[in-house]
Each structure stands twice: as structure tokens, then as C-alpha cells.
């Protein structure tokens, strides 16, 4: 067993699914944070444990050639990106042997049919949702984001995977704060007003959303803000209120007060009108997510004529970007305002052939499949725990041809799939997509048919 603080040089033969440099120390694993894959370290044993290490770098004897200089000041103690450090086209490939193995490992496939990633045209910038939580210290008041697992606020001006607007309008909003002496929100205490300021933006259209999160109905001297920063951004045609007054660290509340605009931004996906309300999921690449879909509707194969089932549907943008000429579309989704946004993005884009229905996706499959629902194809998109295998039990029962799987987590991904091989269904193939540069997260959509 490695001693704790003992220096070790190492080799880091990969990097795993969470951005962990890997290698060995006297035969036992070891995660070295941001060790590279090639790159030989001197480090040093910061946890031993009996089956792992934790190694901190202390010094990068020879780098790898997959290393790329950090271009973020805040890289090491913000918990977003991983990937910094590495170039875009190495962490495809680690992202892509990360779906691999999980087929492989956990999924128990031997010769699973992996396509090859479908990679970002650009890293920077591509994010079209922020949250960042605020702190007055002693009347100076700024935004940031959450050191990587704690709540301690790191303050960062300018994030490379937000829009430059975004950066403007937080600098904007701290100025206002900060003049007139808004309290911060004090997760321990549960005391003061504001929590988050969160913003949006409707790429097609150029549209943006500012969203405060509040624990009061009122903030003083909102008015103000309202006029300054809609003077400041003509971008800006939402401006929304969302009251949190819950000592939780849950970040939106369900109440939304609206208080310039009509409290929604509208974006085009796939050439769909979609809505975007502060409460309701929306992809946060749109461009990748664009491909996304397209991956899926390639897999959904010809609609015409057929009735599609898309389960976990938020509001409702995969079936209505891939399902034009379906037969009849039903969407599934367990928040009542994604719901009420899908059913309007039906009507925005003249879709009568929809039904959307407010439910946990497990029983409304279930009433679906009582009341004899034909699916010829069921889309499913579920957040990372993935689905149930009771699900999984009543997707067989439909008749369909095709499950079309699309999934944020590869683990979950792989596990479910292996349960759908007991109901005769197998996964014909899967593609990666990376959705989420720079981070440690990787998309994947996978088709399985009986
Ligand atoms: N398909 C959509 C949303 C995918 S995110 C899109 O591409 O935009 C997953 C969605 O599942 C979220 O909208 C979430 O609210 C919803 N969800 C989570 N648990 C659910 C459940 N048990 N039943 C139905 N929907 C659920």
C-alpha cells in the first residue's frame, strides 16, 4: 500500500470517464487529477486507500502531446470543465472509449456496434443556459460559479463555455445590486434575497432571458434594473422573477413573477420553434443537439405512417424535431410547465397530430399500454439514473419495432440496454455525441430493435 505523502514517479496509462488521469502505484490504482494520458509525473499520495490511491501532480517530469495549455484562470477550483488541459480531439477519444467500455463492462456487449463521436464544431462558447450563484461580502457584490463539490462561490467574470453576453449582463446585474445593497442568500442561515441570477439564450433568434432567483416577491428597486438593463441589451425580452424562499440548494423555486416581456424566449431547433420558460429543460447546445436529433431520427428510421411515443420528452422537442410526418405523436414528461410548453410548441409549429401528457414515464407507459396504444417507435431520453426495468418490461409489451435511446449517462445506458436483451430487443448500434466539451459529461444514442 502506497504511504499517504509519499512521492511516487508515474506513467498515466488513461484518463477515466470523470477526468481522472489513471495509473499505478506498487500495483494499485491511482487518480491523479489532471494527469494526461502519456505524460510521465512525479506526484504525490494525498488519500490511500486499501484498493485505490488519490495523487496529486507535483511536478510534470515529460508532458504528454494530448496536453494543451489551460486557458481558463479557474480551471483547478471550479467544478465544470475537465478537459482544459487536453486537446479537443484527444478528449473525443476519451469520451468515446469511455461509451465503449461501459458497453462493454457493464453492458456485458462484446462487439457492440459503436459508431465514431460526433464531435463539436467549436468548444468555447457553446453553452446556451447559465446559473450563477451571487455573494455581497461586506457591500461588494459579485457572481461566480461553485468550487467542484462544495458551495463556496469561485468569482469568475467570463466563462468559456458561456456566451460574452452573459458576462456583460451578470456584470450589469452586480452593479445594480451592489448600488442598491442587495442581500445575498446564505445557504447556512437561510437568510437574504438573492440566490442566482440565471440566464438564457435562444441562439436561432438571439433572444435572451434574465431570470433572478429571489426568496422575496419583490426586490428593491427592480423597476430600475428592469429599465437599465433593457436600455443596456436590446437582446434581453425577458425578464423574469423566480421565488425560492426554500433554505435548499435546489436552485429554482416554482413560482415565476414576470417582469418585462412575456416570460419566455423562443429558439429554432431543427428548424422547430421552440419555446424556452425559466422552469421548463431545454438542450444546452444547440448545435450539437441539433445533430443529436438528427442521429435519432436516423435511427427512428421512416416515420410516415407510424405512431411514435417519446418518453421523458420535456417539452417535447425531440418528437417534434424528428416526428414531422408521424402518424400521431405522444410526448411523456413529469413537469407540468414542460408539459404546457410542449403542448404550445405543437401549436407554434401547427402540429395536430400531438398529444402531451403529465405523468411519471413508468405508469403513463402503462396506461398507455392498457388502453391497447399502438408504438411502432418509442423514444426515451431519461435524466442520468436512467430507466426502471418496469419500464423497460412495458416498453417490450408495445409492439414497436425500434427503441430509440437517447441517454446522458453511457453507464445507465449500458446497464438498461443489457436488460432489454432479455425481451428479445438487442442495440443494432450507438453513437456518441459530444454535447458537453470540455466537461467530463458525453451524450449517446443508441438504436435497439426486436
Ligand atoms: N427529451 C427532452 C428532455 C430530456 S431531459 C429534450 O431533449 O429536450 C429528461 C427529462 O425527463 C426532463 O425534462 C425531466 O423533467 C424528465 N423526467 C424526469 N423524471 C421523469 C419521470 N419519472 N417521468 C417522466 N419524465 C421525467
Same mark, same amino acid.
Given at each position: ?313 420535456? $417539452?417535447?422537442? #425531440?418528437?417534434?424535431?424528428?416526428? =414531422?410526418? *408521424? @402518424?400521431? !405523436?405522444?410526448?411523456?414528461? &413529469? ?18 397530430? $400531438?398529444?402531451? #401528457?403529465?405523468?411519471?414515464?413508468? =405508469?403513463? *407507459? @402503462?396506461? !398507455?399500454?392498457?388502453?391497447? &396504444? ?77
Amino acid at each position: 500500500m502506497a504511504e499517504k505523502n509519499s512521492c511516487h514517479k508515474v506513467n498515466i496509462d488513461s484518463i477515466n470517464s470523470s477526468g481522472f488521469g489513471v495509473c499505478r502505484v506498487d500495483g494499485v490504482v491511482c487518480f491523479v487529477a489532471g494527469g494526461v494520458t502519456g505524460d510521465e509525473l512525479e506526484i504525490k499520495i494525498i488519500k490511500s486507500k486499501k484498493n485505490y490511491n488519490i495523487g496529486k501532480i507535483e511536478k510534470i517530469i515529460t508532458p504528454s502531446p494530448k496536453r494543451q495549455e489551460n486557458d481558463c484562470s479557474v480551471f483547478k477550483k471550479c467544478g465544470g470543465c475537465v478537459y482544459r488541459h487536453v486537446k479537443y480531439s484527444d478528449e473525443i477519444k476519451i469520451k468515446e472509449t469511455g461509451v465503449r467500455d461501459a458497453f462493454e463492462r457493464i453492458g456485458h456487449f462484446e462487439n457492440i456496434n459503436l459508431k465514431p463521436i460526433i464531435s463539436a464544431d467549436s468548444s468555447l462558447r457553446y453553452r446556451n443556459k447559465a446559473q450563477y450563484p451571487v455573494k455581497n461580502e461586506n457591500g461588494k457584490f459579485y457572481a461566480g460559479f461553485f468550487a467542484s463539490r462544495t458551495h463556496e462561490i469561485i468569482p469568475c467574470d467570463d466563462c468559456l463555455l458561456q456566451p460574452e453576453i452573459f458576462s456583460e449582463i451578470v456584470k450589469e446585474v452586480c452593479a445594480w445590486a451592489e448600488k442598491n445593497n442587495i442581500s445575498s442568500f446564505d445557504e447556512r442561515t437561510g437568510k437574504g434575497t438573492l440566490r442566482h441570477i440565471y440566464l438564457r439564450i435562444a441562439e436561432a433568434t438571439n433572444e435572451v432571458m434574465l431570470t433572478l432567483v429571489s426568496t422575496q416577491k419583490k426586490i428593491k428597486n427592480q423597476d430600475e434594473l428592469v429599465k437599465t438593463m433593457t436600455e443596456k441589451f436590446p437582446e434581453i425580452k425577458s425578464i423574469v422573477l423566480n421565488i425560492n424562499p426554500e433554505k435548499t440548494n435546489v436552485i429554482l423555486g416554482k413560482k415565476c413573477i414576470n417582469l418585462y416581456g412575456k416570460g419566455y424566449i423562443t429558439d429554432i431547433l431543427c428548424g422547430t420553434k421552440i419555446k424556452i420558460s425559466p422552469l421548463s429543460f431545454y438542450q444546452v447546445n444547440r448545435l450539437q443537439a441539433q445533430k443529436l436529433y438528427e442521429k435519432a431520427k436516423e435511427y427512428m428510421g421512416d416515420v410516415k405512417g407510424k405512431n411514435v411515443i417519446d418518453l421523458y420528452c420535456g $417539452t417535447g422537442t #425531440i418528437g417534434l424535431c424528428t416526428a =414531422k410526418d *408521424a @402518424e400521431r !405523436l405522444i410526448g411523456v414528461e &413529469i413537469i407540468p410547465e414542460a408539459i404546457a410548453d410542449a403542448k404550445e410548441n405543437a401549436e407554434l409549429n401547427g402540429r395536430e397530430n $400531438t398529444e402531451f #401528457i403529465c405523468g411519471d414515464a413508468e =405508469k403513463a *407507459a @402503462e396506461v !398507455l399500454k392498457e388502453k391497447n &396504444i399502438k408504438a411502432d417507435i418509442i423514444i426515451v431520453d431519461p435524466p442520468r439514473k436512467g430507466l426502471t426495468p418496469k419500464l423497460i418490461e412495458t416498453i417490450s409489451e408495445f409492439n414497436s419495432e425500434r427503441v430509440v435511446y437517447v441517454s446522458c449517462d453511457p453507464a445507465t445506458l449500458a446497464r438498461d440496454c443489457e436488460i432489454f436483451k432479455n425481451y428479445n430487443f438487442n442495440v443494432i448500434e450507438a453513437t456518441p455525441v459530444d454535447l458537453f466539451p470540455r466537461t467530463a459529461h458525453c451524450e449517446t444514442v443508441a438504436l435497439i430493435k426486436r
